[in-house]
C-alpha cells in the first residue's frame, strides 16, 4: 500500500485538478471540488493506493483518519509523495467526512455551490422579513409618540444594557481588566431602563445619571476583595452609552414645538392628535431614523459594489467607497424627506442635518464593533434571528440622537435655520 500525501489549509473547497488521462477519476468527482462539510483548523488530504481498494481519507491532529470514499484509477499521474506522519498517538476518528460523489453511503446530500447558496439565501430572507417586521413596528411607535414610544424605548434600553455587561463580561474583554459584579451590571441594565422614563416624565435626565453614577460608584468601591478601576470605568460608560445617550430620543420625540409648514397633517385622525400631532419632534425623528436607514442601506451596497479600501482596522468589511455612498444616501434622503415635510425650510438646514446624522450612525456602529472585537464575538446577542442583538440593531441610533436634538434645538433656532 503506498500513501500520497498533500497538506491543505482550511478552505470549504479543495480543488482537485483532473488530468485527461484520469477519465474515471473524473467521472469520480464530475465538479472537480471535493466539498469538506466543516472548517478544519489544519488537516492532511491522503490517498491510500491499493488497488480495488483505493480510497481518499483525511487525518486531522488530534483525531485520526476517517476513510470517505473508494475510487477507480485508471492512470493517476505521479506527484511529489510526502512520508506519512505517525500519528500513533492519535485518538478515535474524526467523523469529518468528504463526500465526492451523491447517493455515498450516507444520507446527507452532496455539497455543491447551489446548495452553498441556499443557507445565505434562507439567512438574507430572514433578515428581510424581520427587519420589515421591526421596521412596520418602530414606524408605529413613533408615530404614537407619548407613553407608548417611552415605554418601547424602555424595552428596547433594558435588553440593550443587558447585551453591553455580557460583552464586557465575556472572555475577550476579561481577559485585560476586571469585569464588575454581576449584580452591579443588572442593576445598572435596570437604571438604564428608567432613564428613559425619568426623561420623559420630569424633562430633564441629568440629575438621575449623576445620582446613578454616584450610586454604583459606591456600590463598586465597597464591595469585597480588591476594587478595580477598569470595572468602575466599564459600568459608567455603560450607564452613558446604553443609558443617557438613548435618552435624547425621548427628548427628540417629545418636542412639542408645531411643524407649521408641515401639510401632511392635515389628515390626521382626530384620534391620533388630528394635525398638532404632527410637531417638530415627530418629522425630526421620522427623518433621523429614515436617514440613518438610508445610511447603512447605501454603505452597504456600496461597499459590495466599489468597496476596495478598508475603512478602519476596527470592521474590515467597511470601505471608503461604502461611507461616501452612505453619506451621499443619507443627506440626499434628509433633504427629499424635507422637502415632503416642508420642514426644515431651508436646503443647508436639512443638508447638515443629514450630515450630523451620517457622521453620529458611523460613529456609534464603529463603537459598538469596537467593543464586539475585543469581546470576541460576532454578535451582541441573538434576540432577532438574522439581525442579531439589540445592540447591532441600534448602535448606529445611540449618538445620532444627542447630535439630532442639539442641532433641532439650538442650532436652528440660534441661526434661524
Not at 70 to 87: G, K, N, S, W
Not at 228 to 234: A, E, G, H, N, P
Not at 389 to 394: A, E, F, M, Q, W
Amino acid at each position: 500500500m503506498a500513501f500520497s500525501t498533500t497538506r491543505i489549509d482550511p478552505p470549504h473547497v479543495i480543488s482537485t485538478p483532473l488530468s485527461p488521462f484520469t477519465p474515471r477519476l473524473r467521472r469520480a468527482f464530475p465538479r472537480n471540488r471535493i466539498f469538506l462539510r466543516s472548517r478544519p483548523p489544519k488537516c492532511n488530504l491522503y490517498l491510500l493506493l491499493d488497488g480495488p481498494r483505493s480510497a481518499l481519507c483525511l487525518r486531522v491532529p488530534g483525531g485520526g483518519i476517517s476513510l470517505c470514499r473508494h475510487v477507480l484509477f485508471a492512470a493517476v499521474p505521479r506527484t511529489d509523495v510526502v512520508p506519512l506522519e505517525d500519528d500513533s498517538n492519535q485518538d478515535a476518528e474524526t467523523g469529518m467526512l468528504l463526500e465526492a460523489n451523491q447517493g455515498y453511503g450516507s444520507s446527507a446530500e452532496e455539497e455543491d455551490p447551489d446548495m452553498e447558496s441556499k443557507p445565505k439565501a434562507s439567512q438574507l430572507r430572514k433578515r428581510v422579513v424581520f427587519g420589515l417586521g421591526i421596521g412596520v413596528s418602530v414606524g408605529g411607535v413613533i408615530l404614537a409618540g407619548g407613553w407608548i414610544f417611552t415605554a418601547a424605548f424602555a424595552a428596547a434600553v433594558f435588553i440593550g444594557a443587558g447585551e453591553y455587561f455580557e460583552l464586557v463580561r465575556s472572555r475577550g474583554i476579561t481577559a485585560g481588566m476586571t469585569p464588575p459584579p454581576q449584580y452591579v451590571s443588572r442593576v445598572c441594565s435596570v437604571i438604564c431602563a428608567l432613564m428613559p422614563v425619568f426623561t420623559w416624565y420630569f424633562g430633564r435626565i441629568n440629575v438621575s445619571v449623576t445620582s446613578a453614577a454616584f450610586l454604583v460608584a459606591i456600590a463598586l468601591l465597597l464591595q469585597r476583595g480588591n476594587p478595580r478601576f477598569s470595572q468602575l470605568s466599564s459600568t459608567v460608560f455603560g450607564l452613558f452609552y446604553v443609558g443617557y445617550l438613548p435618552c435624547f430620543w425621548v427628548k427628540l420625540r417629545g418636542l412639542a414645538a408645531p411643524a407649521l409648514n408641515t401639510t401632511l397633517g392635515t389628515g390626521w385622525p382626530i384620534l391620533l392628535g388630528g394635525p398638532a400631532h404632527w410637531t417638530v419632534g415627530l418629522v425630526a425623528t421620522l427623518m433621523a431614523v429614515s436617514s440613518i436607514i438610508a445610511a447603512d442601506t447605501f454603505a452597504f451596497l456600496g461597499g459590495k459594489a466599489f468597496g476596495k479600501t478598508p475603512l478602519t482596522n476596527i470592521s474590515p468589511k467597511k470601505t471608503w467607497e461604502g461611507a461616501i455612498v452612505g453619506l451621499g444616501g443619507c443627506v440626499a434622503t434628509s433633504i427629499v424627506l424635507a422637502r415632503i415635510f416642508n420642514w426644515p425650510t431651508s436646503m443647508l438646514s436639512a443638508t447638515c442635518l443629514g450630515l450630523l446624522t451620517f457622521f453620529g450612525s458611523i460613529f456609534g456602529d464603529l463603537t459598538e464593533s469596537m467593543i464586539k472585537r475585543d469581546a470576541g464575538v460576532k454578535d451582541s446577542g441573538s434576540l432577532i434571528p438574522g439581525h442579531g442583538g439589540i445592540l447591532d440593531r441600534v448602535d448606529s441610533y445611540l449618538f445620532t440622537g444627542a447630535l439630532v436634538y442639539s442641532f433641532v434645538k439650538t442650532i436652528l433656532p440660534l441661526y434661524g435655520l
